[in-house]
């Protein structure tokens, strides 16, 4: 018998259908192929997280019976899946399923798979986006908490009463903003929801791609909002690195890039950094920091593979400040040690 290396041979060899989404720094649908490529250590893993790949695998069989999978996988120096906890994750499968990932678990099993290390609880707003891009791309309706949230957002309902939309309605609304005239009142929202509902639609246009009129409104209320919001506008701009430059820029003026919004932006708007000012404005910034702060962001955007060659140059850059130089040179006597 063949042995199983990969969990798309082990999928495959089990007759289900199955599609894959990145949980880590942002939901995103992984194409088949570039997922072949990462399991075939062809690839990096494209947004790592702390040394790790986070993502679901949504499979199902002729029964059409949906199972999800969140898996955390650790990463090699070069962004690379470690094959050895992947290997370990799909013999446990195999010993508690034999070849079958479809068929019908006993309570033993079930608490024996819900327990193994590879495991991984999203967040609330991560699940809600996940779950509604799973519905679309399945060509299922979009959840019972839609209906609510459209009526809000639409101006049906006072926007004092925002304690009943549910989360789940509002990434409904925000993953099919193309569809129907989602979009229009997704930009006429902001004049008029709370500011919880605000915050919440932010926290699902983070993981999706911007309508432009759309991101040059949230960058308006961006820099028109005080120090408690402002970060939750900057990640729904995640999509757009150029409103996310002149965001960044907007915070650095404002003396406002702190901790806080540092973590954010190499969370989820790290794709800036790609750009020279921005970056520069970053490490400057990131170089005020504690030491150990400094050595914990700088090893975590280092392993992103868009970023890996500039970050690396800016460790040899002769035009930074002393205080980045200093900074840098506390992070090679750790890595040294």
């Given at each position: ?232 506008y900057l990640r729904a701009l995640a999509s757009h690195a150029e409103l996310g430059q002149k965001a960044?820029?907007?915070l650095a003026e404002t003396q406002l890039l702190d901790a806080d919004a540092l973590i954010t932006i ?72």
């Amino acid at each position: 018998m063949t042995e199983i290396t990969t969990l798309t041979q082990f999928l495959t060899t089990a007759n289900t259908q199955f599609q894959v989404y990145d949980m880590g720094r942002r939901v995103q649908h992984i194409d088949m192929m570039a997922f072949n490529e990462i399991e075939n250590l062809n690839s990096p893993y494209p947004s790592p997280l702390q040394g790790h790949a986070q993502f679901a695998i949504v499979f199902w069989d002729a029964s059409q019976q949906h199972y999800i999978w969140f898996l955390k996988l650790p990463l090699d120096e070069r962004g690379l899946l470690s094959p050895a906890p992947r290997t370990q994750f799909i013999k446990m499968v195999v010993e508690a399923l034999g070849r079958d990932p479809a068929q019908a678990l006993s309570e033993e099993q079930q608490q024996k798979l819900a327990n193994h290390p590879f495991a991984f609880k999203p967040s609330a707003e991560k699940l809600a986006v996940f779950n509604a891009l799973v519905r679309k791309q399945l060509n299922e309706k979009a959840s019972p908490q839609y209906e609510f949230a459209y009526q809000y957002i639409s101006g049906q309902v006072k926007a004092q009463n925002w304690q009943d939309i549910g989360l789940q309605g509002i990434a409904d609304i925000c993953v099919r903003a193309n569809e129907l005239d989602h979009l229009k009142h997704l930009k006429a929202c902001f004049d008029y929801a709370s500011i919880e509902v605000q915050i919440a639609i932010c926290q699902c246009l983070e993981h999706l791609t911007l309508d432009r009129a759309l991101a040059e409104i949230i960058l308006a209320k961006l820099i028109a909002a005080d120090k408690t919001t402002k970060l939750y506008y900057l990640r729904a701009l995640a999509s757009h690195a150029e409103l996310g430059q002149k965001a960044i820029l907007h915070l650095a003026e404002t003396q406002l890039l702190d901790a806080d919004a540092l973590i954010t932006i190499a969370a989820r708007n790290w794709t800036v950094l790609k750009h020279d000012t921005t970056r520069t404005i970053y490490l400057e910034a990131l170089a005020t920091q504690q030491q150990h702060f400094f050595n914990q962001i700088f090893a975590d955007i280092v392993m992103i593979p868009l970023l890996r060659t500039q970050m690396l140059t800016e460790l040899r850059n002769p035009n930074r400040s002393p205080q980045l130089s200093a900074a840098i040179g506390g992070l090679f006597k750790v890595t040294k040690a």
